[in-house]
């Protein structure tokens, strides 16, 4: 099994092993499969939801050094449930059950397992940058604590994130070490940038969304999500997918290619449109991004959109695979109320554009919305529309209970390494 980049024109290739200790392609593309594989004969559901899981990412690493080591990441990483819940046909996949609480953490603990077997092995040590507005940097915190042979710097705005989110930025020790920057979100990104530029500083990482290490596990579980459904309603699974950069989305693309039983796949966006446009004018013009009530998807430029496009090369055969709708703060918060009302489940704001969407453009009888995040990380926007408050799951309740510990600095990357 081998990958390319989605700019190479043929040429240079590389193993799934390598794909994710480099993260971008040496060319600056993305890392996709030079022909994407189908699901193994072996695939089976009756051993449990991480072992359906590491059967759909098994042909991604054939002839790899991790081959071997696959079955053990996979029941490592994916140790938590992965539940539908259904209301009158209607159904939710829940991928929140993970340590923060959000589907980020199949991804970013995929990535720590599978980059601490390869570290070890070859005697290596990578210290892992992450320039975060709030989400990414706890799940990649909480994968990669404890992970021999990594170090973790988490850079943030100081005053800047909520504070559940400060909670599961700050709450590590070991290996783990949380930066409050003096500055803005783009200071941060700014001063990671500037450290990977530094030819001083060797051994130096990023976890972020563009790894093939944290696609490949999106694509899995919608190996195992269409397949459950399948034996439930004897069809193939429509997805509705919150979406900001994509990643998420490609994965199920992903999936669909290797024969899942996926009939097809739509998107949920916010206010940040690129991709609704794309699909009106035939024109894709990224663009900056624009503040939301689901602050997840807040992505004016899609980081994983280059990996669609070698899907889907021109407009037409866009138009043919996707269908994407624009969701606005008014509706999210409707939709949460609206949900409660009617059935007393409780949704997040990036799940309740996945609800909105299903409800006015899905016209099949039943359908998935891909519920992205645990609505208790978004008290400060749900508990004032249902009117009670949430119980927070357990995993986050730890963390929030954890001594916060980081170190306040200028706006200035020498500082991380002095
Ligand atoms: C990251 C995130 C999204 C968007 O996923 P993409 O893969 O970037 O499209 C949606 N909802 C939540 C809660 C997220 O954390």
Known sequence: MRFIST????GEFFSASDAILKGLAPDGGLFIPENIPSIPDTFTLTKGSWYALYQAMLPYFEGDELEGDLE?????????????????????????????AAFKDFGARFLAFSMEKLLSRRNEEITILVATSGD?????????HSRRNLSVKVLFPKGRVAERQRMQLTGWDGNVSSYEVDGSFDDCQRMVKEAFMDPELKGLSSANSINLGR????????????????????E????VIPSGNVGNATGAYWAKAMGAPIKRIVLAVNANKPITDYLESGEYRPRASVKTLANAMDVGAPSNIERLFSMFPDI????????????????????????????????????????RVRRDHVQEEHSVVVSTAHPAKFNDIVEPLIG??????????????????????EADYHLLFS
Do not use: W
């Open 316 to 355: 037409d055969t866009f138009r043919e695979n996707v269908s994407a709708y624009s969701v606005s703060d008014d509706e999210i918060k409707r939709t949460i109320k609206e949900v409660y009302d009617e059935s007393g489940y409780v949704i997040c704001p990036h799940t309740a554009c996945g609800e």
């Open 388 to 409: 009670r408050e949430l119980a927070i799951p357990r995993t986050l309740f730890d963390i929030m209970h954890k001594k916060p510990v980081s170190t306040e600095i």
């Open 136 to 144: 990414t940097g706890g799940a990649v915190a909480s994968a990669f």
């Open 7 to 10: 700019r190479s024109e043929g």
């Open 72 to 100: 053990e990441i996979c029941r490592n990483a994916f140790n938590f449930p992965i539940p539908f819940h259904s209301e009158n046909g209607k159904d939710t996949l829940e991928l929140y059950f993970g340590p923060t």
């Open 215 to 234: 696609l490949l596990p999106q694509m899995a579980y919608y190996v195992y999500a269409s397949s459950v459904y399948k034996l439930k309603y004897g």
């Open 236 to 239: 193939d699974a429509v997805f």
